[in-house]
């Protein structure tokens, strides 16, 4: 069964600092490409960055280049995503997904 699971969601304040987590099980974590995507309150979804298969290629929206890190730790199966300089259009709920499927997410909110 393919599992992945969002943690690390939670209440910030514009400017803070988030670190999300995404366990994986059921498929070839370590070959396969992840990415972060995001749905904000009334929006569809939005990729946020991706990760190839061992960590060696990155990529990112513009609207979180320079502040979000992917990386990931294959002997673990887990995904990250660090979220600094967050600000208030941060705000969503963030999901891991790979082709073989997505998490249930953990929300984001960034307010004062």
């Known amino acids: 069964e393919v599992r992945l699971v969002e943690s690390g969601g939670g209440l910030v304040q514009p400017g803070g600092s988030l670190r999300l987590s995404c366990t994986a099980s059921g498929f070839p974590f370590s070959s396969t490409g992840m990415s972060w995507v995001r749905q904000a309150p009334g929006k569809g979804l939005e990729w946020v960055s991706s990760?190839?298969?061992?960590?060696?290629?990155?990529t990112y929206a513009d609207s979180v280049k320079g502040r979000f890190t992917t990386s990931r730790d294959n002997a673990k199966s887990m995904l990250f995503l660090q979220m600094n300089s967050l600000q208030p259009e941060d705000t969503a709920v963030y999901y891991c997904r790979s082709t073989y499927g997505r998490g249930q997410g953990t929300q984001v909110t960034v307010s004062s």
């Open positions: 990760s190839s298969s061992r960590g060696g290629v990155t």
